[in-house]
């Protein structure tokens, strides 16, 4: 499974800014996905994540009620639609994916075998 970010770029604080992820390879219905976030000196944190079942879908106390994660398996592609950004998420947002994985929020980036190459997230102030 090869993933490819897409959507990252500056925003000013208060605005919205939707990150994208195509998948190739192979499809998606069975994987979990997720967004994780990497900040200066900071090691990277789950977002948000839904599991390979599509049954239980987790956010960051961080993020919750302004990211929204989704996913559209027939364009082999999903989502995450972050709204009333802060300066603090600035930083590089990576998909993932996992076979037939679950998705906590507790998860870590180990739990992921597939990430794409990270998109650049900034949020000026």
């Known amino acids: 499974l090869q993933l490819v970010e897409s959507g990252g770029g500056l925003v000013q604080s208060g605005g919205s800014l939707t990150l994208s992820c195509a998948a190739s390879g192979n499809t998606l219905d069975d ?23 599509s049954r239980s879908t987790n956010y960051a106390d961080s993020v919750k009620g302004r990211f929204t994660i989704a996913r559209d398996n027939a364009k082999n592609t999903f989502f995450l639609q972050m709204n009333s950004l802060k300066p603090e998420p600035t930083g590089v947002y990576y998909c993932v994916g996992e076979y037939l994985g679950g998705c906590t929020r507790k998860i870590t980036l180990a739990s992921f075998d597939y990430w794409g190459q990270g998109t650049q997230v900034t949020v000026s102030s």
């Open 31 to 53: 994987y979990a996905i997720g967004w994780f976030r990497q900040s200066p000196g900071k090691e990277r944190e789950i977002m948000s994540c839904i599991s390979s079942s």
